[in-house]
C-alpha cells in the first residue's frame, strides 16, 4: 500500500514487504523527485515498523491510501 503522508507535504508511506524483529509491518517514508546536487531522486527519509496496527486503517478512512495491490492486500 501505499499513502499520502499525513504530516509531510508531497512525501509518501509505503508499507513495504517486510516486518521488523517484533514482528511489525515495515514501512518506508519517502520523498519523491527532489534534487539532489545535479541529480533527481526519491529520497528515502525514514523506514520502520509500525507497532499500530489500527494506523493503516486510519489512513484508508482520512483517504490517503494512493495503491493497494489486490493481490496482497
Do not use: C
Not at 507535504?9 to 520523498?31: F, K, Q, S, Y
Not at 539532489?36 to 499500530?52: E, L, M, P, T, W
Request: without cysteine; aromatic residues 8%.
Amino acid at each position: 500500500m501505499v499513502f499520502r503522508s499525513a504530516t509531510t507535504p508531497n512525501a509518501l508511506v509505503a508499507l513495504i514487504n517486510a516486518t521488523d524483529r517484533n514482528g511489525n509491518a515495515v514501512i518506508a517514508a519517502i520523498h519523491p523527485d527532489r534534487h539532489h546536487q545535479q541529480h533527481r531522486v526519491n529520497f528515502i527519509a525514514s523506514v520502520y515498523g509500525k507497532n499500530r496496527e489500527r494506523w493503516f486503517i486510519e489512513q484508508i478512512e482520512e483517504g490517503r491510501m494512493l495503491y493497494a495491490d489486490k493481490e496482497k492486500a
